[in-house]
């Protein structure tokens, strides 16, 4: 007969863990737990480990090479995968997109975006936003919770088995303000590059934020190698208080300040995202404030077209306007401004757009 699973000790004492939000000896103990109620030898560890980072099948009955008891009871006492495959859009650029339904319920979706010398997976950190940016489709969806360390990995490691195509960069820029859920966004990262986990390189990941100046300096305290995207949009706050809300409370001031003290202390340019929302933040009286306020920070900027979704207050940008905007600010800033594609806007593209048609569409 086989000895009773690990239910009450422990880690397990609340039931079944999600694996992939455990630490590394986290997961060391609960594998031990586990091997060591079945007599299992020591290198199970090490096959298991592999099992689940870095080939992450859909069920651990498919672990072909461990011992069916094992199976059985990895199944009873561990949760592989938080997040349960919905579908798949695949944009005519071959942008793909998934959308997963979490065991609570609701949706939330990943992007894979293939470049010929890069494949970038886009994740979310919440379902939902609750900052509400006015340009932002996830923004109108409204908050609808926190995800857990395990579904913010379970995103990287399912979308690779899925799609076959592993990332070489992650961006932390899907639905949802990372910072927000920060503890959880902190482990995940812990996940993704601790090397006896899933073992991804921490300076290929970048974690955007609208500002909020103390975590984005604890996340560089943290984190130095993973890079730092500010979602800045405008240069006066007058204008940022309407499009980002989180502004009233976190001023250009102290977010710009933190922005600094980040790129000081990790040694590495913060990326500015700018996304061009025409007659409204791309002007030359914008252009000269973006100079005067990023000038001593070394930095970046992306500008993004707008990718208009129904209901959106803007238009798209023409792409003369943004080659003019590119050009005040190559003359204003004098740092590196390029312009991003914006990709798969066949397959609704823009963060939570692919959720949000849904909930339309569920009335
Ligand atoms: Fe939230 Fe980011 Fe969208 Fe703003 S842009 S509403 S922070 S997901």
Redesign the pocket.
């Known amino acids: 007969m086989m000895p009773p699973a690990p239910k009450d000790v422990g880690l397990f004492s609340e039931g079944p863990l999600e694996i992939l939000g455990l630490s590394q000896e986290q997961f060391s103990e609960a594998a031990q737990e586990v091997l060591s109620a079945l007599g299992e030898p020591h290198y199970r560890m090490h096959q298991l480990r592999d099992w689940i980072y870095k080939r992450t099948p859909d069920r651990f009955e498919l672990m072909s090479d461990l011992p069916r008891p094992l199976r059985e009871r990895l199944q009873e006492s561990l949760i592989l995968h938080p997040l349960d495959f919905e579908l798949e859009k695949i944009s005519r650029d071959k942008t793909r997109k998934s959308l997963w339904r979490r065991k609570e319920g609701g949706t939330i979706e990943s992007v894979l975006i293939p470049e010929p010398s890069r494949t970038t997976y886009c994740i979310s950190t919440?379902a939902g936003?609750?900052?509400?940016?006015t340009?932002?489709?996830?923004?109108?969806g409204g908050f609808l919770g926190q995800l857990r360390a395990s579904e913010i990995v379970d995103q990287v490691v399912s979308m690779r088995q899925r799609t076959g195509t592993p990332p070489t960069n992650i961006v932390y820029?899907?639905?949802?303000?990372p910072l927000?859920n920060f503890e959880a966004v902190l482990r995940s990262l812990e996940v993704l590059t601790d090397p006896n986990q899933v073992g991804f390189g921490a300076r290929r990941i970048t974690v955007?934020?609208?500002g909020i100046p103390e975590r984005m300096r604890r996340l560089g305290d943290l984190f130095p190698q993973v890079k730092l995207a500010l979602?800045f949009h405008a240069a006066r706050d007058e204008l940022r208080d309407q499009i980002?809300p989180?502004n009233r409370k976190y001023p250009l001031k102290e977010v710009l300040a933190a922005a600094r003290d980040h790129a000081r202390a990790t040694g590495k340019r913060v990326t500015f995202e700018y996304i061009v929302l025409p007659g409204v933040n791309d002007t030359q009286r914008d252009s000269r404030e973006i100079g005067r306020r990023l000038r001593d920070i070394p930095s970046r900027i992306n500008l993004i077209g707008f990718n208009p979704f129904r209901g959106a207050p803007y238009e798209k940008p023409s792409v003369q306007r943004l080659l003019v905007f590119r050009n005040w600010l190559e003359r204003d800033y004098g740092g590196t401004v390029t312009i991003r594609r914006s990709r798969g806007e066949d397959i609704d593209g823009a963060?939570?757009q692919l959720s949000l048609r849904r909930l339309e569409a569920r009335g």
Do not use: Y
Request: aromatic share 4%; glycine share 16%; proline share 4%.
């Open positions: 919440q936003c609750p900052v509400k940016c340009f932002c489709a996830t923004g109108v820029m899907g639905m949802g303000e927000l955007s934020t609208v979602s980002i989180l963060c939570g």
